[in-house]
């Protein structure tokens, strides 16, 4: 998107965002947050989300209130989400996390209040900001930015279990990242002589098809992305990494928690917490698109003993010393 048209799509929103407007009086402002996966496997991100919002004095239940709306992995769902909470609850702000599949689609029902997005791609390719500095318009938020991530999950992957001739990368094509971050993983690849083999899924429909084909292209080894897709099927998904016995690495920490091999990502607890932060800066009068949008500083390794024994593997003793959790 052209900067231009990016300023004239929002600034006509700036007017709309005073709490004053937003809040009926009386009443507690409302918080609406929105998210592409389900309350079952986000709990733990909206405890660290209510945990960076107090550190801003707001408490839920005390002096704000949150709406939440959870697609569980039915990310068509996430427009009307938004319509619905704009118009019907007449939110202070929105908070909007695991849905980079949805978000040309959501920008327009959000457009007159403040927005703090948790990402997982770039913010200005995605059109919701003008630059990570300075973002302009009614947004801000922190992504995690996989792509300097590839390099360090590959070499993760060979460490754990040796060079291996063909790797598989499951990719969401519904995903709005889906271009940017298979461009970001074959150079990184490309860099290390390493032969990779993308395998579309956007579905649990499509996840038996998707393994058939690994199985096919004899690859030694899988990485899966953490894109909401795949984080909200994770259980089906470790289930068939280990039916086809093939070692893999996860974006997120849930995944070897739920039996899988291993993670190394962006600790997404640290990514609400920072958003949780921001939205209560913003009910606090601060403007969304004076607020740099934030990058992590904080990463984590996991590690599934367990998973590596049925596997085979013996996991180098370098690997115990730098991981942040090892489950056994």
């Known amino acids: 998107m052209r900067r231009r048209d990016f300023i004239v799509l929002v600034g006509g929103a700036a007017a709309a965002w005073p709490l004053s407007v937003r809040a009926q009086s009386g009443a507690l402002p409302v918080i609406g947050f929105i998210s592409g996966r389900s309350p079952a496997s986000d ?9 960076g919002l107090k550190q801003t004095g707001y408490v839920e239940g005390r002096n704000v ?3 939440f709306r959870w697609a569980e992995g039915k990310s068509e769902r996430l427009p009307g989400f938004a319509a619905e909470l704009v118009a019907g ?25 403040p927005v703090v997005y948790a990402l997982g791609g770039d913010p200005v390719l995605l059109g919701v900001a003008a630059s990570l500095a300075r973002p ?6 922190m992504t995690v930015m996989t792509a300097a991530l590839w390099p360090k999950r590959l070499a993760l992957l060979h460490e754990l279990i040796g060079r ?16 940017s971050s298979t461009k970001d993983v074959e150079a990184a690849a490309k860099d290390i002589g390493q032969t990779i083999v993308l395998v579309n899924a956007k579905s649990e429909a499509e996840f038996e098809a998707a393994f058939a084909r ?18 909200n099927s994770r259980k089906l998904l470790v289930a068939l990494a280990t039916r086809h016995a093939i070692p893999a690495l996860y974006g997120r920490r849930e995944f070897p928690a739920d039996g899988g091999l291993a993670s190394y990502g962006a600790s997404a607890d640290d990514q609400y917490y920072q958003c949780g932060q921001y939205v209560g800066r913003v009910l606090a009068g601060a403007k969304p698109g004076e607020l740099p949008f934030l990058q992590p500083t904080k990463f984590e390794l996991v590690i599934n003993l367990k998973a590596a024994k049925m596997l085979g593997l013996s996991v180098p003793t370098t690997l115990f010393a730098s991981a942040d959790e090892v489950i056994e």
Not at 89 to 113: I, K, Q
Not at 164 to 179: G, H, I, K, S
């Open 164 to 179: 291996t001739e063909r790797l598989a990368v499951l990719v969401d094509p519904a995903n709005e990242t889906a271009q």
């Open 136 to 141: 302009g318009g009614n947004a801000t938020g």
């Open 65 to 67: 209130a949150i709406e």
């Open 89 to 113: 609850h007449r939110v202070s702000a929105v908070f909007a996390g695991a849905l980079d599949t949805r978000v040309h689609e959501l920008r327009p029902a959000l457009a007159s209040v």
């Open 214 to 231: 690994m199985a096919q292209e004899r690859a030694g080894a899988l990485l899966v992305p953490d894109d909401p897709v795949f984080i």
């Open 43 to 51: 709990g733990h991100l909206v405890q660290a989300f209510r945990k």
